[in-house]
């Protein structure tokens, strides 16, 4: 068996990173378009797409490229951030390697493209630029080009967007395309889950690759390496003619490794397991004791089956969200080097001179649901929740802190019947959350007037909130407002509406299936019916349950169990 020389790793000249067995095989492939499902923890952001991106500057100097998220909000707290400390770790110093919403060091090359605002725009010294984009409103860059796109967490991006997205991936030939990189895609997300909503088109991508062409490429990539590394050798010989043979050799290779890489695209899904010896397998351990469905989904990257149950709010279409909620220019005020504060002033379709209304659950989890009537609409703003060990004080100070600019300080609370235990005694939960917000932490004042209304009432009975909101949903009674939640600002509620399940009891009464109150603690937002009891409290006020049961009612709501 042939010797095979290598690099000394302990030489001075050399710097020494880990990298998964995946990882390795992406760095060798480097395909034009790269579609990845990786489970959580497996290093697609800050390791894999970040080194990507590095590669790509690198080998595109100047080009102009694009990362697109859901939402500004989310780039900013999440993405972009994620995405930097890769670069971090990697090597790439702010202020010498790049400089983020800043104009560039006269040591930077020169951009191919002229930029007249550094605005959520990172450089890079090659003079290499990536523009952040928005999914809210994609149709702002239609007149820019990109010569490669960037997108992580896609299963929150619509295929609709980001096809018109795709068509700014366009231009500037004549200097890029050489590069195997050209016009292509980095798009990473873990499992899409259909049952949540999440748009699963990346699973399309698939279907897409070329395997052979594929394999070619890591051959041909392992090919290379080893003739790097006879480069490398040769180089320490300081032979003439050694270093010649070589840099022949290595130009070749490095032709013959482009052509396999020419429009190839590399499409896989993966696990977290990729990632064992850093996640350890005490991670794996705690999360499978967390909860088995989330863990195949989110962690082992397995597809999710659709769940057939017959839903509680049957009635419950996508023309029921909104997602221009969020107030584009107060968050891309924003640097992507400062905090981003999440406030009412945000909130695009907020009445800051009308009082709010809210739904409160009590429990393990406490939440909020809070909104306002707005003509005929009845608008969802916003959602709040604490988990325990936090308590009411905690979701009292995160509602006084997300509407401290609100002008009219009058909130219309209710709640479950629970709420008002030991109400007497003045220790019941609904007049311990009255009080903390309209008192902060040093007994002040806040401005706040909190008119509690669920005082002295009778329970609300399952049946009663299906045949109110799903009449309500349904949109053929005149006397009902029109439901309008805020897809991103009440995520949880999105959720919890779409998965709550439905039976019907030994009476034939409908039930709201509330077992998913028994996960875990850091589960229950997402996935379980707590949210939608707030949303419940908020929606089935006494005025519309009496005109639901009403015997002259017209529109009484026919009970669909399908």
Same mark, same amino acid.
Request: glycine content about 6%; charged content about 30%.
């Given at each position: 068996?042939p010797?095979?020389?290598?690099i000394?790793?302990?030489?001075?000249?050399?710097?020494?990173?880990y990298?998964?067995?995946?990882?390795?095989?992406?760095?060798?492939?480097?395909?034009?378009? @790269?579609?990845?499902?990786?489970?959580?923890?497996?290093?697609?952001?800050?390791?894999i797409?970040?080194?990507?991106?590095?590669?790509?500057?690198?080998?595109?100097?100047?080009?102009?490229?694009c990362?697109? #998220?859901?939402t500004?909000?989310?780039?900013?707290?999440?993405?972009?951030?994620?995405?930097?400390?890769?670069?971090?770790?990697?090597?790439?110093?702010?202020?010498?390697?790049?400089?983020?919403?800043?104009?560039?060091?006269?040591?930077?090359?020169?951009?191919?493209?002229?930029?007249l605002?550094?605005?959520?725009?990172?450089?890079?010294?090659?003079?290499?630029?990536?523009?952040?984009?928005?999914?809210?409103?994609?149709?702002?860059?239609? #007149?820019?080009?990109?010569?490669?796109?960037?997108?992580?967490?896609?299963?929150?991006?619509?295929?609709?967007?980001?096809?018109?997205?795709?068509?700014?991936?366009r231009?500037?030939?004549?200097?890029?395309?050489?590069?195997?990189?050209?016009?292509g895609?980095?798009?990473?997300?873990?499992?899409?889950?259909?049952?949540?909503?999440?748009?699963g088109?990346?699973?399309?991508?698939?279907?897409?690759?070329?395997?052979?062409r594929?394999?070619?490429?890591?051959?041909?990539?392992?090919?290379?390496?080893?003739?790097?590394?006879e480069?490398?050798?040769?180089?320490?010989?300081?032979?003439?003619?050694k270093?010649?043979?070589?840099?022949?050799?290595?130009?070749?290779?490095?032709?013959? %490794?482009?052509?396999?890489?020419k429009?190839?695209?590399?499409?896989y899904?993966?696990?977290?397991?990729?990632?064992?010896?850093?996640?350890t397998?005490?991670y794996?351990?705690?999360?499978?004791?967390?909860?088995?469905?989330d863990? @195949?989904?989110?962690?082992?990257?397995?597809?999710?089956?659709?769940?057939?149950?017959?839903?509680?709010?049957?009635?419950?279409?996508?023309?029921?969200?909104?997602?221009?909620?969020?107030?584009?220019?107060?968050?891309?005020?924003?640097s992507?080097?400062?905090?981003?504060?999440?406030?009412?002033?945000?909130?695009?379709?907020?009445?800051?001179?009308?009082?709010?209304?809210?739904?409160?659950?009590?429990?393990?989890?406490?939440?909020?649901?809070?909104?306002?009537?707005?003509?005929?609409?009845?608008?969802?703003?916003?959602?709040?929740?604490?988990?325990v060990?936090?308590q009411?004080?905690?979701?009292?100070?995160?509602?006084?802190?997300?509407?401290?600019?609100?002008? %009219?300080?009058?909130?219309?609370?209710?709640?479950?019947?629970?709420g008002?235990?030991?109400?007497? @005694?003045?220790?019941?939960?609904?007049s311990?959350?009255?009080?903390?917000?309209?008192?902060?932490? &040093?007994?002040?004042?806040?401005?706040?007037?909190?008119?509690?209304?669920?005082?002295? &009432?009778?329970?609300?009975?399952?049946?009663?909130?299906?045949?109110?909101?799903?009449?309500?949903?349904?949109?053929?009674?005149?006397?009902?407002?029109?439901?309008?939640?805020?897809?991103?600002?009440?995520?949880?509620?999105?959720?919890?509406?779409?998965?709550?399940?439905?039976?019907?009891? #030994?009476?034939?009464n409908?039930?709201?299936?509330?077992?998913?109150?028994?996960?875990?603690?850091?589960?229950?937002?997402? &996935?379980?019916?707590?949210?939608?009891?707030?949303?419940?409290?908020?929606?089935?006020?006494?005025?519309?349950?009496k005109?639901?049961?009403?015997?002259?009612?017209?529109?009484?709501?026919?009970?669909?169990?399908?």
């Amino acid at each position: 068996m042939p010797y095979k020389r290598k690099i000394d790793k302990y030489r001075d000249d050399s710097v020494l990173h880990y990298a998964t067995t995946f990882k390795a095989e992406i760095d060798l492939i480097q395909p034009k378009n @790269l579609y990845l499902i990786v489970g959580r923890g497996g290093g697609k952001t800050s390791d894999i797409a970040a080194e990507r991106a590095m590669d790509i500057c690198y080998d595109m100097p100047g080009a102009p490229f694009c990362m697109v #998220g859901d939402t500004y909000v989310n780039l900013k707290k999440n993405i972009i951030r994620t995405f930097l400390e890769g670069w971090d770790r990697k090597g790439w110093v702010e202020g010498v390697h790049y400089v983020v919403e800043e104009k560039p060091p006269q040591h930077f090359k020169n951009s191919f493209n002229k930029l007249l605002s550094y605005k959520h725009t990172i450089c890079v010294n090659t003079g290499s630029n990536f523009t952040i984009v928005s999914l809210e409103n994609p149709s702002a860059v239609a #007149g820019n080009s990109y010569v490669h796109l960037f997108a992580d967490e896609v299963k929150y991006n619509p295929e609709s967007k980001m096809a018109k997205l795709t068509k700014a991936n366009r231009g500037y030939s004549a200097k890029f395309r050489y590069s195997p990189y050209y016009l292509g895609h980095t798009f990473t997300t873990d499992m899409p889950d259909v049952n949540q909503k999440e748009f699963g088109w990346i699973l399309k991508t698939l279907g897409k690759m070329n395997k052979k062409r594929a394999m070619l490429a890591l051959q041909t990539g392992l090919i290379l390496n080893e003739i790097k590394i006879e480069y490398v050798h040769a180089l320490d010989t300081q032979d003439p003619k050694k270093i010649a043979n070589a840099t022949r050799k290595l130009a070749k290779w490095e032709e013959r %490794h482009v052509r396999t890489r020419k429009d190839l695209t590399l499409a896989y899904v993966t696990s977290s397991l990729v990632n064992l010896d850093i996640l350890t397998t005490e991670y794996f351990f705690n999360e499978v004791e967390t909860d088995l469905l989330d863990v @195949l989904t989110g962690l082992f990257s397995i597809k999710p089956k659709l769940r057939k149950s017959a839903k509680f709010y049957n009635k419950l279409e996508d023309r029921h969200f909104y997602y221009d909620g969020y107030d584009k220019e107060y968050y891309k005020s924003f640097s992507m080097k400062e905090q981003l504060i999440e406030s009412s002033l945000g909130l695009s379709h907020c009445r800051h001179d009308k009082p709010l209304a809210c739904g409160v659950d009590f429990g393990n989890m406490n939440s909020m649901y809070i909104g306002q009537i707005q003509g005929d609409i009845d608008r969802g703003l916003k959602f709040l929740y604490v988990l325990v060990p936090e308590q009411i004080p905690d979701l009292a100070e995160k509602f006084r802190s997300f509407f401290k600019h609100h002008r %009219h300080k009058k909130l219309i609370m209710r709640y479950d019947r629970a709420g008002n235990n030991m109400h007497r @005694l003045k220790e019941d939960w609904a007049s311990w959350l009255k009080k903390h917000i309209e008192y902060d932490k &040093q007994s002040k004042s806040t401005g706040w007037i909190v008119q509690l209304e669920s005082i002295g &009432q009778a329970n609300i009975y399952h049946e009663e909130e299906y045949m109110l909101v799903n009449e309500m949903l349904s949109e053929t009674n005149d006397s009902f407002e029109r439901i309008r939640i805020d897809a991103h600002n009440c995520a949880e509620i999105k959720c919890s509406l779409e998965l709550a399940p439905s039976k019907k009891d #030994g009476k034939g009464n409908m039930k709201k299936v509330k077992t998913s109150e028994r996960k875990p603690t850091a589960l229950l937002p997402r &996935q379980s019916t707590n949210a939608s009891d707030a949303f419940k409290y908020y929606i089935c006020t006494p005025e519309r349950l009496k005109e639901i049961k009403s015997e002259g009612n017209p529109h009484s709501y026919t009970v669909d169990v399908r």
